[in-house]
């Protein structure tokens, strides 16, 4: 307050003195908002997902400044490349997008790495140092800590390629001169993190007190946070070194430290930026401004600049942030802790409704995502934003029930957009963190919003649970594959409304007006009277019964329960009861994921066939390079024979295009290669066992009986499941499923009866996915993709006795046995750099797999077998025959799909050792090239030695081998060429049928496009075949003269005419002809075949279960006919990838013209 005299008077309080003092403060008077978070162990605080490991690191000092910011410089930056945000705003960013993904295993790798290194020490020091600094040095020499924490980061890298989740998201804020990184962990980090920490204490609690219990107790602490130290050293260096940085700025980003060093160092050596301390005066920290000669410039933390000498001793200081004086490190520059998503069980409460006074929640306090989304932030804002509108609606005369609705709405809207920001909408596909939540905690939440909904005049309960909360409610309730699940619906009712009937009671008992410990004992005695009809009955008509029944109670107390306690309850049961109608509703309509991401159909590259798409244009580049080199060596004759030179220019102007073609061809095969093994890859993983299914039920019951149990299909499928279900099970710390083990060791010992199978499902369905572990969203998925395969293994053994060709399937499963071991060994895994190059055995070199071709050309196979030794596509076309005939033997009527995944193993195959011949003949070709290049760059003049002719001789005859690319392009185009015949004849036929002019004329379009493409093909085979022959005639023209002379010299000119014309007329039609047609080329396409389309469809189409949506279940029957439809009319022999795809696209959004 304001003194006497000049100036203001302030009363100061010892806070010693008044800390544990106690006062009333009242707030009767005024609106009172709480912004202090969520409270360790809240019991107002609605938990809705389940909890993982997170962390933070907080960085600060000039090094920061310098080196992760780019202040003060032109939108881009010296040498930074802008980022795909930084089109609306100045790109600052040295770190980039601020969203990163970095994998554990490396990680841990880095730790071991930091904690062995011979030469830097320092860590292995600072774990001394940490000992002795808290008391405990006497473990550095009793129990060796160091060796002990080094064995236990080796067990960890060992152990990290195998962890559940390999990839982790972190997140880069910059604010002024902090760096802050926050991420995920691995669960298994954070259980060997404690265990490690644990056993580094085990000998100090030995003999040791209760208070000496205490201190080792915090002692560990710090050991976890060391360790922590330690993994986020070893993070920040992974990423630094991942090149994840802003491209053309990672070299810029200095090392950080997240430890001080022990070990002198002089001035001189260290980068500007760099902090430390002088040796002989450690309290003071600096840092280095400027390097000039051999006096630096540093300042003190205060901003005092000095001068000191290169040779000065001192030691580097760590980057974490400082507390506010700026010399020591802040105790909270570096945490983990568990995360999860979380709102407060009320928006807002009312003080005083009389006079308009309330209790408000802002921020953390009202909800908040883990650390990784913004929305936290947003919501706090939000927050403030609806306080400030509910003061001034007071201002404008607006009733105080009408703002106390209003912003309970709002505070609830905001609250689920926080929550959803930080699980993304697919829940029980992807994210962090998905909702999970006991019932009870669930009640407890539902009760307090009913509670606030009465109070605000808000009852309805499509108001209480909105759209959006239900459906967050229900992907922990009602797991996906559940929804239309009546064992499952009908248990989870009862298990609601016996949770609804315990909050009621637990709620009356503790009403203060009526509770008591009688009350308590009355209303659970009714309850059980009452327990065979709860479910039977209405929500309405069970607790009007309930109420009469209670004629031992007071009037009043009869009253308050039927006015206030009742009528929450029948809330609760009919929110609940919207709840799985809302999860049933999702599930009917595929609402339930809404990312495109899952929903979208397959792209033209997940096409897998003979020469698809892309693969076209190898032939194109093999036709130009080999006309090309006919131009080179056609050049060079025509030079020999009239003595000219002029040929010497135009033939290293060729040899140079040859090169850059080449190379691209190369590049280009390589990655084609790569696909179509990575498809082969896929198959094995996930479509094999499909196969094998489909040869399994096609064989009769006696059959399947004698299958051993390692290589039936069915329980090789549920075996996987399992194990997936029991890893889960141990990382989210559930005891072991004992019950769970026993009902599937009784259900894999009646593994082909169909009462069996059934039991173990009713139990998944009402107990294990609805009850036992209903809380984690994983663990159910992993329970209802169990159920899943029960439910086919069902189908399989309950299904139709009469089957043909059963012993032919018998056969053809126990060769797919052989087949699938087989094959893995041929299999290529492994990373892929620069999109082209991976890491092969010797046996997959590109070599060896030209070698594999022309022996499978030599090699026979029949359905029944193929030749011994054959190479892997050889094998797979002979099982393919098989499954075709089993299937004809059907009539064709079961193994449709298998025989699609099959057939494009074989082309994947044959794709794949295509490719490496392709490889191959552009790689000699390319080296040719060079060869001819420098031939005539280095020996242009006219007086050669015999050395440099030889030369010469020697570029020319390297080009052979463009003649066998021009072969390879000659039977592509050939093949196409005929395919291009029939297709145009099709559509021909399909013009006259039309239904109507519009569609006549869009199909005549698309045979124009057909005619031109025809014409292309002409030009480039005649380009081939002139290839083909002039360079091995011209090579043999200049070495031994004939007859012939000139004449394959103008063949070679001319094929390379040829190809620039080709060239030029493929411009034509790719930027006039196809450019200018209709986008909705799929639909007329399409449209055209509609009948023969849908016939495709019902021999791919699958009987339709309630687990998986119908339109899932769709989805997947479209692209199996996309797949055949495009294998057997090649529409991409026409158009390029664009328009092809709306057609493939088309197929299988489901011939919807919408």
Known sequence: QKGSKDGYVRDEFPYKVIEKETFTLDVGHTHVIECIGKPHGSNVHFSVTTYEPYGVCCLQGLKVSMGMHNFGEKRWGTGIIDDFRSVNDQ???????????????????????????????????????????????????????????????????????????????????????????????????????????????????????????????????????????????????????????????????????????????????????????????????????????????????EGYISKMN???????????????????????????????????????????????????????????????????????????????????????????????KLYSKETNWSNGEVVQRGTGANYGSDGFLRPGFPYDHFMDYMHSKVIESLESSHPNANVIASRDWKTKFAASMVPRGMELNPTFTKKLDSILKKSVSNKFIKEAAADENIGSSELKSILETRARQLESKRDSTSPMEYWEEYVQGLTSLDSKVAERLADYHVGIAIRLDQICKKITEHASKLHLYNDRISSELENRPKPVDSVVDDFAVEAQNFANGLVTSATYSAGVVGLSLLDLLRGERVGMVFGAILAAFNIIITFGTMTNVSRYKIRNEESRVVFQDKKMLGVLKGVYSAMLRQQQDAIPEQDNPFIAGLEEQKNAFLKNAKYYDYDEPKEFLEAYRVLKGNINDPASIQNFMNLLESKFIVDTYHVNSYMQENLVNLYKSCHELYLSVAGDTDKSGSAEAENLFQRLLTFKQELEPSLQRGPTRWGFIKERKFAHWNIMACLQFFYSMLCFSSRKSALPGAPMDTRTLSILKQIRHVSKLNNNAILRRENRDVEDLYWATRESLIASLIFVTSALVHIASYINLTSRVGNNNSNLS??????????????????????????????????????????????????????????????????????????????????????????????????????????????VGTSIVSFLFFFLVEFRVRYNLSPKLGEFVCESFRDEIEGMYHVFELPVNDIDTKQVQERETWEYVAREFLHKYRFDTVFAADRFGSVLQYIQSGMDPR
């Open 946 to 1055: 015999m050395l440099s002719q030889t030369y010469r001789d020697i570029a020319n005859w390297v080009l052979l081998p463009s003649s066998f690319g021009a072969i390879l392009a000659l039977f592509h185009f050939v093949r196409k060429f005929f395919i291009l015949i029939g297709l145009y004849s099709i559509l021909g036929r399909k013009s006259r049928s039309a239904p109507s002019t519009e569609n006549r004329e869009n199909i005549k379009k698309v045979r124009s496009v057909t005619l031109t493409n025809l014409v292309l093909v002409l030009l480039r085979t005649v380009a081939a075949a002139g290839a083909a022959v002039s360079i091995p005639w011209t090579l043999v023209e200049i070495n031994f003269e004939t007859s012939s002379r000139e004449l394959p010299a103008w063949i070679a000119v001319g094929t």
């Open 310 to 404: 290169q040779t000065t001793v001192v030691r580097r200081e760590g980057n974490l942030t400082r507390s506010p004086d700026g010399n020591v490190e802040s105790r909270v520059s570096l945490a983990t802790f568990p995360v999860g998503h979380y709102v407060n069980f009320r928006t807002a409460r009312v003080n005083d409704s009389a006079k308009g006074y309330i209790f408000a929640f802002i921020g953390d306090e009202q909800a908040t995502p883990h650390f990784m989304r913004y929305s936290g932030l947003t919501g706090a804002c939000i927050n403030a934003c609806l306080f400030n509108q509910f003061i001034k609606q007071a201002i404008e005369g607006v009733s105080f029930k009408e703002r106390f």
């Open 91 to 301: 790109n600052t960013r040295i770190i980039g997008d601020f969203t990163k993904m970095v994998r554990s295993a490396p990680v841990a790798q880095k730790m071991y790495e930091y904690m062995t290194d011979s030469k830097d020490t320092n860590w292995q020091l600072h774990w001394k140092k940490v000992c002795e600094d808290n008391g405990y040095g006497s473990l550095n020499s009793t129990d060796n800590v160091v060796p002990k924490i080094q064995n236990a980061c080796k067990l960890h890298a060992e152990m990290a390629p195998r962890f559940k989740r390999q990839t982790l998201q972190t997140r880069f804020f910059e604010t002024g001169d902090n760096y802050y990184l926050g991420m995920e962990f691995t669960r298994e980090y954070d259980l060997w993190k404690n265990n490690l920490a644990t056993e580094c204490v085990a000998s100090l609690k030995v003999k040791a007190s209760k208070d000496e219990l205490k201190t080792i107790g915090r002692f560990r602490g710090i050991i976890m946070h060391h360790i922590d130290r330690l993994w986020y050293d070893a993070c920040l260096e992974t990423i630094r070194q991942g090149d994840v940085y802003n491209p053309g700025a990672r070299h810029r980003v200095p090392r950080l430290y997240l430890i001080n060093k022990l070990t002198d160092d002089m001035l001189g050596d260290l980068p500007v930026g760099e902090s430390f301390r002088l040796t002989d005066r450690p309290k003071e920290k600096y840092e280095i401004l400027i390097k000039s000669g051999k006096q630096i410039v540093v300042r003190n933390v």
